[in-house]
């Protein structure tokens, strides 16, 4: 299965594992205009709409990870603060709520992966009803 990632004023494919883990190990690497390691990027499959939207802090190390269709977020870690990243270079960063900046760098990754692989909702995270208001 092909999917999308758009970030910034990019976009990619990604078909496998293999391709997933290359493209979080550039983006970890990367730094935005505002100086930070913090973006957003949204998933999908090739030609649909997204499902899956990833905010994550490297430097913190945390993300918010959201499925798109139903309304949910993963939690795994405490509420501990917001997250700030980049949603895209031609406007100000976006502050991501505590509440949903709930996942660890690593299992982010993880659930990525495993979505580009099934292509279904993640289920090595635990999902929650979201109960903030942000952009999808």
């Not at 990019?10 to 190990?25: A, D, I, M, S, Y």
């Not at 913090?38 to 990870?65: K, M, T």
């Not at 100000?92 to 299992?107: C, K, M, Y």
Request: hydrophobic share 40%; glycine share 6%; charged share 25%.
């Amino acid at each position: 299965m092909s999917i999308q990632v758009v970030y910034d004023q990019c976009e990619q494919r990604l078909n496998t594992p293999e391709e997933v883990q290359k493209f979080f190990g550039t983006q970890s690497m990367l730094y935005g205009p505002d100086g930070e390691r913090a973006c957003a990027f949204w998933f999908a499959p090739s030609g649909a709409e997204d499902v899956l939207r990833l905010d994550i802090d490297y430097d913190n190390g945390r993300a918010a990870l959201r499925w798109l269709p139903d309304g949910t977020h993963a939690v795994e870690l405490d509420v501990i603060g917001p997250i700030v990243v980049l949603e895209s270079s031609d406007y100000d960063v976006v502050t991501i709520p505590a509440e949903l900046a709930r996942v660890s760098v690593d299992t982010a990754h993880r659930a990525v992966i495993e979505y580009v692989t099934t292509g279904q909702k993640p289920t090595c995270v635990r999902w929650q009803p979201s109960e903030v208001v942000t952009p999808a």
